[in-house]
């Protein structure tokens, strides 16, 4: 039984090997990914450019605007007049102009007396990008003379993530999107390269049971996706700073067990597709958009119409991400996510199982 | 020019002749519209709060239901002990725990009163911070209005906001520009690098390197096909926002295809410049997934650059989808002029020559 299960694995192995430059490439890109968007992306918004419209520039109108000037979110672009709002806007120049009223000090006092008075600042924000609309409108109004005495009342704690790093929400995000993609692109020419150059004939003809063929074809990339994995966790670790505190070795037996999901769904793609151009678009191009919006990698799951969010669960990297999130980062045991870790085991069932059954009808 | 005539006519037999290309090319960008905005928002709704209500009074129950009342917060549930909130929250059923202590009511109104507190869940840090804001707001207007107070310096009173170009802050209407862009980048990336490698892996490049047909007419001839395909897209992409999601371009249409022609352009000479170098399908498919994910993640497209790190900054000036991203946003969303995104445009001009000319230059007729 073995005997002609371990010459296989070889030929197997050797075909990768050899093909030196695909190795390097596929040992960098998760590696590189990695890092730059763990680094680069954030959803936070800063950086908000913001001018300011004031007829008459008294004490207080600059002590407002010295206020927002000084606000580590917003960018002081400069007086201008009435006449530029809509250009400035327009343009991308500025994203918000507060607009002063002309008898700005009045006003204030009167409201400060209690009396009625009419609005003493606009805000025109481009809304045509809506988080930063809605974020700058946040920010201003927390900077405002008058709400300092609401903020007293609490005291907040920021559980998992004091210093509010986007890393420790990106990383899992990361994580279950290239491991899905880069081993489904790696398993899903490996049978349909072979019917296409015409092997696969030799092969079926030869006495090898069809399971081992199929399994020998994968534990080659399996052991290339174990050097990327142990890379990337490192990376996180040491580099990011992604606290791993529910364990290292829980989060590496998931992210085996995702691995040898994501090979299968590869083989999988593999056995339903004629061509190796056929296989390759599923596994990259159609794959990539379903995994980036419905897993909750950037976009939220509750914020879905019903329909998808009961769709999003037969994501596997949902449950990856949402598991590696619990463990990495509040610090859940591997006996925590054991829902998630069913549901992943299920699933690679069912994949091997489709697979297998696709492999043997060529057969008949 | 009969001879270019033939070579496209091959390019869109083979298209056509594929058992799969043609379904992918008209099914994928239209069920990609049309569900893609429904899921794309990144608003802060439905944070889910517990409270551990320790003081059980009028104004602590008062803020449940100015909580439950509250169209961005939802009510979990009420417990007398934070342990048992806590653990919930570890389970991700429960985003922020407010714990209202005990004998606030009595001395809410002396300034050594024990403070509510909150506990947010900072695994996903704006959600936990946008949901600690609106919470702070929804109890400090229950706690002002129970004083009975007229409180002068409600801001209400104090600002007024204008939202200019999407006045009911339609998170869709943001997204579908960058949503058309994220189609063009995985149809005209992946589609014509696999096309020539294609033909180098079955062997009839080594055909088409002994006829005499030109490099720069067989690259023309690999370009037009997902230039024209391109433009189809564009095409359906816009009719389906607007039948479906209402969105109509502020700006000319015509500039937006202008914008599309030129990205189009340089994305597909990108893919052709990559497949040059490559060997197998699986390599070019490989390296183009490396670069259509930082085209995607980093240019803009679905979080801001102005919130990435100086250096990250810096990388996104090469990164052709960057400057198309604020085209077609600021086109389609504000109107602008041509005049106004000159600079974008010209920015799309360099690099549309820039890759056709690497395109045309990598391509080798020797094996």
């Given at each position: 039984m073995k005997n002609n299960f371990l010459p296989f694995v070889k030929k197997e192995s050797l075909h990768i090997l050899r093909d030196k430059r695909t190795m390097l490439i596929v040992m960098l890109i998760p590696v590189i990914l990695m890092v730059m968007f763990g680094f680069a992306i954030s959803t936070e918004v800063n950086n908000i450019n913001i001018a300011v419209v004031a007829p008459e520039r008294t004490g207080a109108v600059k002590d407002v605007v010295g206020r927002i000037a000084h606000n580590d979110y917003f960018t002081f672009y400069g007086y201008i007049d009435q006449d530029q709002i809509d250009k400035k806007l327009r343009s991308g120049k500025v994203s918000v102009v507060a607009v002063f009223a002309s008898n700005f000090d009045r006003r204030m006092e009167q409201i400060s007396a209690g009396l009625p008075s009419k609005p003493v600042i606009q805000f025109i924000v481009d809304a045509s990008n809506v988080n930063t609309a809605s974020a700058s409108i946040a920010y201003l109004q927390s900077i405002l003379p008058g709400t300092a005495s609401q903020q007293a009342m609490f005291e907040t704690r920021m559980l998992f993530n004091p210093q509010m790093k986007s890393a420790y929400n990106f990383v899992p995000g990361i994580m279950g999107l290239i491991f899905i993609l880069v081993c489904a692109i790696m398993t899903s020419v490996s049978i349909v390269r072979e019917k296409e150059v015409g092997t696969m004939e030799v092969l079926l003809v030869s006495p090898v049971r069809p399971v081992k063929i199929v399994f020998a074809k994968m534990i080659p990339y399996f052991v290339i996706s174990c050097v990327i994995l142990v890379m990337i966790l490192l990376l996180a670790h040491y580099l990011l700073d992604v606290p791993m505190s529910g364990g290292i070795w829980g989060i590496f037996s998931l992210s085996l067990l995702y691995i040898v999901l994501s090979l299968s769904l590869g083989l999988l793609i593999s056995t339903v597709t004629k061509t190796q151009v056929a296989a390759l678009l599923i596994s990259a191009m159609v794959m990539l958009v379903p995994v980036l919006l419905l897993?909750?990698?950037?976009?939220?799951?509750?914020?879905?119409p019903k329909f998808f969010e009961l769709l999003?669960?037969?994501?596997p990297a949902r449950w990856y991400i949402a598991a590696i999130r619990k463990m990495m980062i509040?610090?859940?045991?591997l006996a925590a996510v054991w829902k998630e870790g069913t549901v992943l085991l299920g699933m690679t069932a069912v994949f091997i199982g489709v697979s297998l059954k696709k492999f043997n009808d060529k057969l008949e | 020019m009969r001879a270019f005539i033939v070579l496209l006519q091959k390019e869109f037999t083979q298209i056509r002749r594929n058992s799969f290309l043609p379904k992918l090319i008209v099914a994928f960008p239209v069920i990609v519209m049309l569900i893609a905005p429904l899921l794309m928002t990144m608003d802060v709704r439905n944070v889910n709060v517990a409270v551990v209500d320790l003081d059980r009074s009028t104004t602590s129950h008062r803020i449940v239901s100015h909580i439950k009342a509250s169209e961005y917060l939802s009510f979990v549930g009420a417990t007398a002990e934070f342990d048992l909130a806590l653990r919930d929250l570890e389970k991700g059923k429960v985003d922020v725990i407010v714990q209202i202590p005990n004998y606030f009511e009595r001395d809410?109104?002396?300034?050594?009163a024990e403070k509510i507190s909150i506990t947010a869940n900072a695994v996903n840090a704006i959600k936990a911070l946008i949901g600690t804001q609106y919470l702070v707001q929804t109890i400090a207007r229950t706690v002002v209005e129970l004083r009975g107070e007229?409180?002068?310096?409600?801001l209400s009173e104090l600002v007024t906001v204008q939202n200019r170009f999407n006045p009911t802050l339609n998170y869709r209407h943001y997204m579908i520009p960058a949503l058309m862009i994220m189609i063009f980048i995985l149809m005209c990336g992946f589609l014509p690098a696999l096309s020539i490698v294609g033909e180098k892996e079955t062997g009839t490049m080594e055909q088409i390197n002994v006829t005499p047909v030109s490099r720069l007419m067989f690259i023309l001839s690999k370009l037009l096909p997902y230039w024209i395909i391109g433009i189809f897209v564009l095409t359906m992409a816009m009719i389906v926002a607007h039948l479906v999601y209402g969105l109509i371009p502020v700006g000319s249409v015509g500039l937006i295809y202008f914008g599309a022609v030129l990205f189009i352009l340089i994305i597909s000479g990108f893919s052709l410049t990559v497949a040059n170098f490559s060997d197998t399908m699986q390599q070019t498919m490989f390296v183009m997934f490396f670069f259509i994910m930082i085209f995607m993640l980093m240019s803009g497209l679905l979080t801001p650059i102005d919130s990435m790190p100086a250096w990250a900054q810096k990388i996104t000036f090469i990164l052709p989808p960057r400057y198309f991203v604020d085209i077609l946003r600021s086109v389609y969303l504000k109107g602008t002029s041509l005049v106004e995104q000159w600079y974008n445009f010209a920015a799309l001009g360099v690099f549309t020559v820039i890759f056709n000319i690497l395109a045309a230059v990598t391509y080798r007729k020797q094996a």
């Open positions: 897993s909750g990698i950037i976009f939220p799951i509750e914020n879905f999003s669960n037969i994501i509040q610090g859940a045991a | 809410m109104a002396v300034a050594t007229k409180t002068p310096n409600q």
